[in-house]
């Protein structure tokens, strides 16, 4: 499962390069004219000079009688190259190191998903912008470090330290210590206010009330700039086509529309919210903000204990 990416690696552990797990092959000898061989080089499925990819090998010795060809067998690869001496590249054994990271990338996915407890439904390891949450990508990128640098160093205290870290979020989220975006809790009902465009020294700092629907992302936007009493917001509630969110950036007709007092003033559903700043301040026109919510019926996700069967002695 691919919960995170190369560039995911690069954020947590900068120097991930350094450890390309390919290994060098030294000892090249002349067979004829320009092909040459290293003996006892070990298995060797691809061959690099000089950090080039000198793409698949040939199907036997005698054929390699080109620039750049080669083959392996019996612990011996063979190399043409007219041009330079092998002894004076870096020839290499090993794999892309794209493809390298992208396999550890898969099997520290697949470590994560073992260790995580049966209760976390995967599907929703999503936000609601269909990407996988912060600590989920982080936890697979310091799985895959770790297991990048323990490849090539196996007793290494960077790769404990990455694991170390991994393995507290994995306990964390199987305590119920961290919440998923999925997850609701307690004060969700109440509203998660995000900034979408903000300029304005106008700005919402509260929300007050349950939401009364099902779920929502409430779009409010400020539809006329000015201080309280003459700035005017609007806002936009989920019907059964879209969230309000979307119907907002949609530009669809909105469900609601207030001057700004500087109190409590609906977002619909039963939900408030309060719009504060100094008295000569003012809202600015198309500043605009979404207020994620939930049911105040749903029930709140926590880690639940397992059951225990218990004996008397």
């Known amino acids: 499962m691919a919960y995170c990416t190369n560039a995911d690696l690069k954020d947590i552990f900068p120097s991930i390069d ?17 092909q040459y061989k290293s003996e006892n080089c070990g298995l060797v499925t691809q061959l690099y000079a000089s ?15 080109t620039n750049s060809e080669w083959f392996h067998a019996d612990d011996v690869v063979y190399y043409y190259n007219d041009a330079s001496n092998p002894n004076d590249l870096l020839m290499e054994a090993g794999e ?14 697949k470590f994560l998903d073992s260790m995580l407890d049966a209760k976390l439904p995967r599907e929703q390891f999503k936000d609601k912008d269909g990407n996988y949450d912060y600590i989920i990508v982080r936890t697979t990128a310091l799985l895959a470090c770790s297991f990048l640098v323990r490849a090539s160093s196996p007793t290494s205290e ?14 964390s989220l199987n305590s119920g210590s961290t919440k998923l975006s999925w ?5 969700s009902s109440k509203g998660i206010v995000r900034e979408g465009t903000a300029t304005g020294a106008i700005k919402i700092v509260d929300t007050r009330g349950e939401y009364s629907g099902r779920y929502d992302r409430i779009g409010v ?12 917001y609007s806002f ?8 309000g969110a979307e119907k907002m950036a949609n530009g669809d007709t909105a469900d609601g529309i207030e001057t700004l007092n500087g109190d409590y003033q609906s977002v619909g559903g039963g939900l408030e919210v309060r719009f504060a700043g100094d008295t000569a ?5 198309n500043d605009t903000w979404e207020i994620e919510v939930h049911s105040r019926s749903d029930v709140v996700d926590l880690a639940k204990p397992s059951t225990v069967r218990m004996s008397r002695r």
């Open 18 to 34: 350094e450890f390309d797990i390919k290994t060098p092959v030294y000892g090249w000898v002349v067979v004829t004219g320009s």
């Open 51 to 65: 950090g080039e990819d000198l793409e698949a090998a040939q199907a036997n010795s005698g054929a390699v009688d």
């Open 96 to 109: 892309d190191w794209g493809d390298v990271r992208t396999r550890f990338i898969s099997n520290a996915g």
């Open 158 to 171: 960077i790769a404990e330290a990455l694991f170390n870290e991994a393995d507290g979020n994995i306990a």
């Open 183 to 187: 997850q609701v809790s307690g004060d």
């Open 221 to 232: 936007k400020i539809t006329t700039g000015g201080a309280f009493g003459t700035g005017v």
């Open 236 to 243: 936009w509630s989920a019907d059964s086509d879209n969230l």
């Open 281 to 285: 301040d003012e809202a600015a026109l």
